[in-house]
């Protein structure tokens, strides 16, 4: 058996990656949880958009660190 290997879009980000790819699984130093989140990951970061709110959301998204503000409402 091999080392196990995490593959590049499971592991934790240095550093945000604004304007740029995220996966559900990623993480970083900027993450900050939608209401209710039970998890770290960058699927329920208020800077990644993934269209969660289309009929379809992505699994692919965007980092929109710092500029996206979570709107309360």
Known sequence: MGEYTRRREDQ???????????????????FTARGGAAE??????VYADFHLGSARALDV??????DRIE???
């Open 12 to 30: 934790v980000l240095p550093a945000p990656n604004s304007g740029g790819n995220v996966w559900p699984a990623q993480s970083c130093p900027a």
């Open 40 to 45: 770290e990951t960058c699927w329920y970061c």
């Open 71 to 73: 709107k309360e409402g």
């Open 61 to 66: 998204g965007v980092c929109e660190w710092p």
